[in-house]
């Protein structure tokens, strides 16, 4: 948190020297606090002299009205910052003055004159006042005060406040006690004074609220920072964020409007929302200050350690109800000119756009807002170069910024540094001290008396590399919710009904869009759904029920034919000619998805992607582009028509440098899914082909399928092996059929040399041979599966029916465990189902796509007696004695034992499952919990605890008693671990001492008692009968442990316990609450 004011910080600002309290504590801070102290009551007459009490009291309170009245009276002629800093000034002394009117109204048995020394009692202690006065007059100097702050609910201000209140009466009550008349006063007396000091901060508190209404009444200021001021409804474009500001600024005689900068910011609100170039012409694109709808966002300071690039992290943090409140409240905050805000977000959330809409909306006479993009100016320059850099890129003049300052006497610049990400990817640069720059920027220009917010806006992905200042708060953006939805497609109706109506057709409603929703929530994406639907009313007209992988199929489709029909020369092509053109369109697009894909990144440098382009989808010869096209390289022709591809460009070393990423990555996921299906297509025609001619032999070239499926594993990416699924789901059976002959063919030869095979110099990630051919086959099979229905894909069937098809198996499902990366085979792993069985003498191995059913031991290994004949696999494990099915066990699939059991499948081993099968009753009596993790010891093993129970009966009794600690320690973690915990103990209570086994009982009531619980209970009083009387012995320990678990867990219900033994501990009544 940025530093508060301290008292005497809020005095020196509002200046008020003429006063007896400026006088006392500048002396204090002069003399400082101990040497003052020890002479304070020997000044006689000088202004350092203290006060009384009482005195002190009149003093702060009659300054705190004052200053009240100042501030609300003093607007005009302030800066905006100079007005920042009165206001938080008068926020500190309204802290403790308020605490002080409650003292003057508070009725303590000490009057003034009793609570004064006399001058012999001044003597008495040397010179020196009461500690609790001098620590008094130290919490006026020292003690940071607490503000409200948009980011931090109202709420946790007001306890921090309160915090500081009894802190207050805490040395207040030291003081009355040093008093000389306190030991004068009765028992009684020095109670009620004390306890009438203890409930002073509630009563403090209350003072304080009705008088910061009160100020917040003519400051707006204060409304803000407490996040009183509600938004009017979802309010457009950040309208609200100028009312707001302009309601708290001063009017300055001589303000002029602002350079070409204001203007320019505020003329980008009237321009539509993106380039009319990526909109149809029989659509109204809304302007910017129409469609923007003010985000959803969350807020909070970010501390050491803390990862605002976590979702975890986000999660855990509290939404800001309305961004124009908060915006209003953090730009006229203290702290806005200490550290950076820093605003996050995924792409297409609008963090430009909030800047944009910002720097139009801020009112002139109070800021001066400068937007600065950061991939139009040098990577490596100092932040001043950088913002001198924009001004001249947007103005079309150089201007120093103190040049341009001095031309908004009184604004305050609002810096905002957009695109850190870009910054960071294009650039390839290391910037991990970017926000520290700024904050120490801003720290100069302050001490210069120029002082300055920065906003920087960035991805949230890239978040953690960068460091974060003390004092620094992060604001991600949300996607929208079901409302805003709804209100940027009013807009849209708005401006569009007419038109559509025309061609008879309707505006996209919100419940055809939100059935997307993970499309629609994003703004720009949900543009994109609008204009899709704008052409047929697709959605609209029952097409809502498509699935993704056809809705992404039509909306790319619809983009690519648009943008070819924008050529004079193809308007007049036969429709399945422009689709032919718009496929190539598709087609190169997907190369730039498979560009990110195979090097395992979200997105790609223009350099690799001309490389990949160049090798995978040349130029045809003597094919010369558009004259629109001719110095555009083969990258930028490829994304150049799509405006849900998001570019990222900096300047860095004199050179501009781009990365591109899709807006929405399952947009990438899908043409990656979608560029294998048409591989495979190619390749099944071709493979007709060559069956179908006699004379044609030699092998397959599957160049242009390798080439997508060797570098990376699609299991790793969910959303392609669901667009497979799908589109392989819509293909006809014969289509299927022939997929699935052609795929076999090539997997049985995958993992042999193809010195034939095309694309030989396609390399977009350097892998070695052994990683490509198993990312190739693992791929491979995984389509093979997804092509074979519910019945799923045997390996005999698999490896073309030889006789070593199981060991073939192995050796493939090894060569991936070694190959991969632990997400892909994890994801390999959570795709594929594998399930081993028996067939008379045969083992077989089944295939099926992962679906979530619960894993069973026995689907992992076979188990058969030892005296049978066998062709042993590595899935056998031998046993002499039950039937099989008496090892089998069930467990959820997403468990850590469903995982290992679902992995153990891939890579049988008999011997780990002879040590597994071991374990069965464990699972069966203890759940799936295979460890937890237990602070810095490390993983506890609950199985390993109870076996050090179960193989120690022979140990002296106090060292098994002992060997229950470990156990009583991680109950509350382990839900079943309690269960068998007293089933052992149960046991033990026969030769253990009764005391010792009460004690454990003890430690095992941390968690409500069970019926196991209260058995064991019932057990030991049983055997205890008649040995003493209640209250002495066994009997009388079992009674007092009774009555601690009623008190311990008053609704527990304890009628399981026997009767007697409740009676001896109630009485005859029942206990309450039973």
């Not at 190959?819 to 959570?830: F, K």
């Amino acid at each position: 948190m940025s530093e508060s004011l301290t008292y005497v910080d809020a005095l020196k600002i509002l200046g008020d020297r003429q006063s007896r309290l400026i006088g006392l504590l500048d002396g204090v801070m002069s003399a400082g606090l101990a040497t003052w102290a020890a002479t304070a009551w020997t000044m006689g007459a000088d202004p350092s002299a203290p006060m009384n009490l009482f005195d002190l009291k009149d003093e702060v309170v009659r300054f705190g009205h004052e200053s009240v009245r100042r501030v609300s009276e003093r607007r005009n002629g302030l800066s905006r910052y100079d007005r920042t800093q009165r206001l938080a000034a008068a926020h500190a002394v309204l802290v403790v003055s308020s605490y002080f009117e409650t003292l003057d109204r508070t009725s303590l048995p000490l009057t003034p004159e009793r609570l004064a020394a006399t001058a012999g009692e001044r003597l008495t202690h040397g010179g020196s006042p009461p500690k609790g006065y001098v620590d008094l007059i130290d919490g006026l100097l020292t003690d940071r005060l607490p503000m409200p702050e948009p980011h931090v609910p109202y709420a946790r201000t007001r306890e921090a406040i309160e915090a500081v209140y009894e802190l207050m009466s805490r040395r207040l009550a030291t003081l009355i006690r040093a008093a000389p008349a306190w030991e004068s006063l009765a028992g009684r007396e020095r109670t009620r004074a004390l306890d009438t000091v203890r409930k002073m901060p509630p009563q403090a508190l209350t003072t304080y609220d009705d008088a910061f209404r009160r100020l917040a009444t003519d400051n707006r200021e204060f409304e803000v920072w407490a996040s009183f001021t509600e938004a009017a409804g979802l309010s457009a474009g950040l309208s609200e964020v100028g009312r707001l500001l302009s309601e708290m600024a001063g009017e300055r005689p001589g303000d002029r409007p602002r350079s070409h900068l204001i203007r320019t910011y505020r003329a980008a609100l009237a321009d539509p929302v993106v380039a009319t170039g990526h909109a149809p012409e029989w659509v109204a694109l809304p302007t910017l200050g129409e469609a923007y709808v003010s985000p959803r966002c969350k807020a909070a300071e970010v501390r050491p350690g803390d990862a605002p690039s976590g979702q975890e992290w986000w999660a855990a943090q509290e939404p800001i109800p309305y961004v124009e409140t908060f915006l209003a409240g953090f730009l006229t905050l203290p702290r806005a000119v200490q550290a950076p805000l820093v605003v996050l977000g995924e792409p297409g959330s609008g963090k430009s756009k909030l800047t944009e809409v910002l720097a139009a909306r801020l009112p002139e006479q109070d800021f001066l807002p400068i937007r600065v993009e950061l991939r139009d100016v040098e990577a490596e320059s100092l932040i001043q170069e950088q913002i001198e850099q924009a001004i001249f890129r947007q103005a079309g003049e150089r201007a120093a910024f103190h040049d341009l300052l001095d031309a908004a006497p009184g604004a305050l610049p609002v810096v905002m540094l957009d695109g850190f990400d870009e910054l960071l990817q294009a650039a390839g640069v290391n910037r991990y001290d970017y926000l520290e720059q700024v904050r120490d920027f801003q720290r100069r220009q302050l001490a210069l008396g120029r002082p300055v917010v920065v906003i920087v806006t960035s991805r949230t992905v890239v978040a953690d590399r960068v460091r974060y200042p003390a004092g620094s708060i992060a604001l991600q953006l949300q996607p929208f919710s079901d409302d805003q939805v709804r209100q940027w497609l009013d807009v849209w109706r708005r401006h569009n009904a007419d038109i559509l109506k025309s061609r008879g057709l309707l505006p996209l409603t919100a419940e055809a869009a939100l059935s997307h929703r993970e499309l629609a929530r994003q703004p720009l994406l949900l543009l994109m759904l609008a204009v899709f639907d704008a052409t047929e009313n697709a959605l609209l007209n029952g097409d809502a029920s498509l699935g993704q992988a056809e809705l992404y199929e039509a909306l790319l489709m619809d983009f690519a034919l648009r943008e070819i029909r924008k050529y004079p020369g193809n308007q007049s092509l036969s429709l399945s000619a422009q689709r032919k053109l718009a496929e190539t369109e598709l087609d190169r697009l997907a190369a730039v998805a498979l560009a990110m894909f195979a090097r395992g990144r979200q997105s790609v440098s223009d350099s690799e992607l001309d490389r990949d382009l160049a090798l995978l989808r040349p130029e045809p010869n003597g094919a010369e582009p558009d004259a629109d096209e001719a110095a555009l390289s083969l990258a930028q022709r490829a994304i150049g028509r799509f405006f849900f591809i998001h570019r990222s460009e900096a300047h860095a070393r004199g050179h501009r440098t781009r990365t591109y990423e899709f807006l929405h990555t399952t947009f990438g996921e899908f043409l990656v899914a979608w560029l294998t299906n048409r591989a495979l297509a190619d390749l099944v025609a071709v493979h007709d082909l060559v069956r179908s001619r006699s004379t044609a032999g030699g092998r397959l070239d599957d160049g242009f399928l390798h080439s997508i499926l060797s570098f990376a594993c699609v299991a790793e990416r969910v959303p392609v092996v669901d667009f497979l699924a799908a589109i392989f789901g819509g293909l006809p059976d014969t289509a299927r059929e022939s997929y699935r002959e052609l795929l076999l063919e090539i997997l049985d030869g995958a993992l042999y040399p193809h010195p034939s095979r095309s694309y030989p110099a396609y390399e977009p990630a350097r892998h070695t041979l052994t990683r490509r051919l198993a990312a190739y086959s693992a791929n491979l099979t995984v389509l093979l599966v997804l092509l074979s229905g519910k019945g799923g894909l045997d390996v005999r069937t698999m490896f073309r029916g030889t006789g070593a098809a199981v060991e073939r198996w192995i050796e493939h499902s090894h060569l991936w465990k070694s190959q991969l990366t632990a997400s892909e085979w994890n994801g390999l792993v959570n795709t594929l189902r594998v399930r081993a069985s028996r067939d008379e003498a045969t083992v077989d191995v089944t295939l099926t796509r992962e679906d979530g059913s619960p894993a069973r031991l026995l689907d992992a290994f076979v188990i058969s007696p030892h005296t049978a004949r066998l062709e042993l696999t590595d899935y056998d494990v031998l046993l002499s004695h039950d039937p099989a099915e008496s090892f089998d066990l069930s467990t959820p699939a997403g468990t850590e034992l469903g995982f290992v059991i679902r992995k153990m499948a891939f890579l049988p081993n008999w011997r780990m499952g002879m040590l597994l099968l071991q374990a069965v009753p464990y699972f069966r009596a203890m759940g799936d919990q295979v460890r937890w993790r237990q602070g810095e010891d490390g993983a506890v093993l609950p199985a390993y605890l109870l076996s050090l129970l179960d193989y120690s009966g022979d140990t002296p009794a106090w060292e098994r008693a002992q060997r229950y600690a470990p156990c009583l320690e991680v109950l509350e973690e382990f839900p079943g671990l309690e269960k068998q915990v007293l089933l052992r103990l149960r046991d033990d209570a026969r030769t253990l001492p009764i005391a010792t086994t009460v004690d454990l009982l003890r430690e095992v009531s941390r968690v409500p008692p069970s019926e196991a619980y209260m058995d064991v209970v019932n057990d030991l009083w049983a055997r205890n009968s008649g040995k003493t009387s209640p209250g002495i012995g066994g009997r009388g320990m079992l009674i007092a442990l009774v009555r601690s678990l009623h008190q311990k867990w008053p609704d527990a219900d304890l009628d399981r316990i026997t009767a007697a033994l409740r009676t001896a501990a109630y009485g005859r009544r029942r206990p309450p609450d039973s």
